[in-house]
């Protein structure tokens, strides 16, 4: 069973990025999904959630901002970043059930 996640990177303010969530060994269809992000000297926070209905929640600082989503035919998830701010600057974990990827850093600087 692993979780792995792509995608992060350095983007200057207003920038967009795309996470990935890339699952395997798991009936992925089955799992929510979440993405959480954590930054230094704070504790590790939910950015977004889908169920494996398809139900979404964010976190108020990246609603209108940040889309999650999946594709159950690719057992992959996704987290599209735009209009990215400095305070998005967090390394970004996918989450399924108990399972964890590694972690992506996300820098926004100018």
């Known amino acids: 069973v692993q979780l792995q996640a792509s995608g992060g990177g350095l983007v200057q303010p207003g920038g967009s990025l795309r996470l990935s969530c890339a699952a395997s060994?798991?009936?992925?269809?089955?799992?929510?999904v979440r993405w959480y992000r954590q930054s230094p000297g704070k504790q590790r926070e939910l950015v977004a959630g889908?169920?494996?209905?398809?139900?979404?929640n964010y976190d108020d600082s990246v609603k209108g901002r940040f889309i999650i989503s999946r594709d159950n035919s690719r057992n992959t998830a996704y987290l599209q970043m735009n209009s990215l701010k400095p305070e998005d600057t967090a390394v970004y974990y996918c989450?399924?059930?108990?399972?964890w990827g590694q972690g992506t850093q996300v820098t926004v600087s100018s």
């Open positions: 889908m169920s494996s209905g398809g139900n979404t």
């Open positions: 989450n399924m059930g108990t399972m």
């Open positions: 060994g798991i009936n992925f269809r089955l799992y929510g």
